[in-house]
């Protein structure tokens, strides 16, 4: 058949839904592609106009817009003929030379295993995807006419373009809801990557089809039945499981062939939403549902848009799954996004939030690659949101939100908005208070109260599970940590330059670009941040400051400075992520302590007769001398050790005499030493030495206690 025939059925297919002058168009691009690629041939030994072509085809399936079929049809021809983009914006519109233009640059991008390059493209990706969603239509459609014709490529890049097409095209065809290109390409990639394993579950699949067709026929015919008795419409096909799925659930759910395979499957689409549920209630009449199998995703579609209702009965002394949808959701289903332009005209609810749905995901993905420092962070963020098995929950005004399972309420806050994530204190769960860090179930109402001037914890890094939480908490970590390290950096720094009469205002421009040239950082601010997150030592930067920057690097001097220097800093306890408090000796507002810098990460205070601190002369004239500020309000922990007689009650009467004088228990724990003794360990919360004392004096007079003394490991 010649190619012209072909562009011919081409056409005939379109007529079905495009006019006459836009089919003329597609015509128009696909002799103006015939003509760049003359000559050229694909590996097959096919000309390699055949290629284009097959892939217009696929897109007409899907029915999509002239514009997208143009450019499936031009879509090499930038990068494989030399022809510029301006050459195609003025044959054919800026649109389509946009479109093709996007192609080329995805199709420029190979998804190495070099992870980094591999980020660097993803991220070309999403730009292009954001411009225009239609480009990665073109694109899904091209790798899926590559993956049918795999065959004749040689073994190294057959491997490496189905790898790429399991982990990056096939995720995004579902996370588009792109059921049908989804799973072809899953299962072209898996039998391209281990054709052994795929050909023994194909054979295996055959037999057992075989085996079971009679059972398969009978149910069948008994919902048909019952369908009809009750006046119902509805069309009854039977589900294909895919040899890639089959294989994840072996692999990922330990579960053997057999009990994959027991399952007989069936879709029955109908008119109406209002059938749908008619034809529910008839089937769950005809074989008994198992409790916990229903998923209605018609009233809470899936993320990708995705509708249908899901249940599987028990009947015949086998499992029923049935999935009952409507025509035009089982085209959503099939088609996911693509759907949106063949009811461009008559758009439906289902369309419309199903586009919405996409629009959110792309913007989604713009806001983390802003955040992200760098293409590996970027694209482990993304990997996430392309895997995920979602969860509905409600906001208070009854608002759905899809989440990925395990999401958190941090998760959810940050869903709703960034701003609101970042303030976040605490949240209420069906109106209860709740853990931030416990994952949520479907259905559930979730309200998330926060504060004026709230910053994200780090310890939420744990256990959020989206990319945009996770991106957006550690922007604000990084901006926050980078303010704080400049902060105690610039008041160690001033302090070391005390020591040699100097100030910091003092130093000239062209010492200070010295001593950052000396020291190979960017910038003096990088070299001041360096001291405060510990990388540096303070007294080392002054002195080369004061001294000239190719000044020695250490000496008798400085020891003296830092030791003799007893201008102390001023600390509050609440300096944030750099300034921490040592779990050793826990010490607390009027404790005499020194700070010692931990490499990378700042500050650790300790109480100055701390066993952890270094003994020898150089170590300790190393710590930083620090004084309290006056006006603390924060609590700090501190741990007392209790002896006493065990009585009724006196745990209680010890929690009453702390709550007297407004400290605050953090825990209890009763080591018993015998009938008549016993230890309790006791970690409370004060102000302040002063507020300890108090403390301890009402715990002393309580008489069952026989001693008390504050903890120091």
């Not at 089809?209 to 009854?236: A, N």
């Not at 062939?257 to 069936?266: G, K, L, N, R, W």
């Not at 713009?366 to 990997?383: G, N, P």
Request: net charge neutral.
């Amino acid at each position: 058949m010649s190619a012209e025939a072909t562009v011919e059925g081409l056409a005939r297919e379109l007529s079905s839904y495009l006019d006459t002058n836009r089919i003329n168009q597609v015509r128009r691009a696909y002799y103006y592609a015939e003509q760049a690629h003359e000559g050229q041939m694909r590996k097959s030994g096919d000309r390699y106009i055949t290629h284009p072509l097959a892939v217009a085809h696929i897109l007409a399936d899907l029915r999509l817009d002239h514009q997208s079929l143009m450019a499936a049809m031009l879509h090499d021809v930038i990068e494989d003929t030399g022809i510029p983009k301006d050459a195609l914006s003025e044959q054919f519109g800026e649109d389509v030379a946009e479109l093709v233009d996007g192609v080329s640059k995805l199709t420029q991008i190979e998804f190495r295993s070099r992870a980094e390059a591999q980020a660097e493209n993803f991220q070309k990706m999403t730009l292009a995807m954001a411009r225009d969603i239609r480009v990665i239509l073109v694109k899904l459609a091209d790798r899926l006419h590559n993956m049918r014709t795999l065959g004749p490529m040689p073994y190294e890049k057959r491997q490496r373009i189905a790898t790429e097409t399991l982990d990056i095209y096939a995720p995004i065809a579902n996370r588009l809801g792109m059921h049908s290109i989804c799973t072809e390409l899953e299962d072209l990639g898996f039998s391209s990557l281990y054709p052994m394993r795929s050909k023994y579950i194909s054979k295996a699949v055959d037999k057992l089809r075989g085996s079971h067709r009679e059972i398969i026929e009978d149910i069948r015919g008994k919902l048909q039945e019952k369908l009809e008795e009750r006046g119902l419409p509805g069309r009854i096909l039977g589900r294909e499981k895919h040899l890639n799925s089959i294989y994840n659930k072996m692999k990922f759910k330990q579960k053997s062939f057999h009990e994959i395979m027991d399952v007989y499957a069936f879709r029955i689409i109908t008119d109406t939403e209002d059938d749908c549920y008619r034809i529910l209630g008839a089937v769950h009449s005809l074989y008994k549902p198992l409790p916990g199998r229903f998923k209605d995703y018609i009233a809470m579609p899936k993320a990708n848009g995705y509708q249908s209702i899901h249940t599987t009965l028990f009947g015949m002394h086998v499992n029923i799954e049935i999935q009952i949808r409507t025509e035009e959701m089982e085209h959503i289903a099939n088609n996911g996004i693509a759907a949106h332009w063949m009811y461009k005209n008559e758009p439906s609810s289902v369309t419309s939030a199903n586009q919405a749905r996409v629009d959110r995901w792309v913007k989604g993905l713009m806001e983390m690659r802003e955040r992200a420092d760098d293409s590996m962070e970027f694209i482990e963020h993304v990997k996430v949101d392309l895997f995920p098995d979602e969860i509905y929950v409600f906001t208070p005004k009854g608002r759905i939100m899809e989440l990925p399972s395990g999401a958190t309420p941090v998760d959810f806050a940050y869903a709703i908005h960034t701003d609101i994530g970042n303030a976040t204190v605490a949240c209420r769960i069906n109106r209860n208070l709740g853990s931030l860090s416990q994952p949520l179930q479907s259905g559930q109402t979730v309200e998330v109260i926060t504060a004026p001037g709230a910053r994200p914890n780090p310890a939420w890094l744990s256990f959020v599970v989206t990319g945009k939480a996770r991106s957006s908490i550690r922007h604000v970590l990084k901006s926050q940590k980078r303010a704080e390290s400049l902060e105690l950096g610039r008041t160690l720094l001033k302090k070391s330059l005390k020591g040699f009469g100097a100030k910091l205002s003092d130093i000239s421009d062209a010492q200070k670009q010295a001593v950052v040239n000396h020291n190979q950082v960017n910038s003096f601010d990088d070299l001041i941040s360096d001291i405060g997150l510990g990388n540096r030592m303070a007294y080392l930067v002054a002195r080369q400051l004061v001294s000239g920057a190719e000044g020695p690097d250490s000496g008798e001097g400085a020891r003296d400075i830092e030791g003799g220097n007893h201008s102390p800093v001023t600390i509050r306890g609440t300096e944030g992520l750099l300034v921490r408090f040592a779990s050793c000796c826990k010490p607390i507002p009027g404790d005499p302590v020194v700070g010692v810098m931990d490499s990378g990460k700042g500050m650790v205070i300790h109480s100055d007769t701390c066993s952890r601190l270094p003994e020898d002369d150089e170590g300790r004239a190393r710590l930083t001398h620090l004084k309290w500020a006056k006006d603390i309000t924060d609590e700090f922990s501190v741990e007392l050790r209790v002896e006493l007689e065990r009585q009724r009650g006196v745990i209680a009467e010890m929690a009453n005499a702390v709550a007297m004088t407004d400290g605050n228990i953090e825990r209890i724990n009763v080591e018993e030493q015998n009938a008549r003794f016993g230890v309790v360990s006791l970690v409370v919360h004060v102000h302040g030495r002063r507020h300890l004392a108090r403390v301890m004096r009402r715990i002393r007079n309580i008489r069952a206690i026989t001693h008390i003394s504050r903890v120091r490991h």
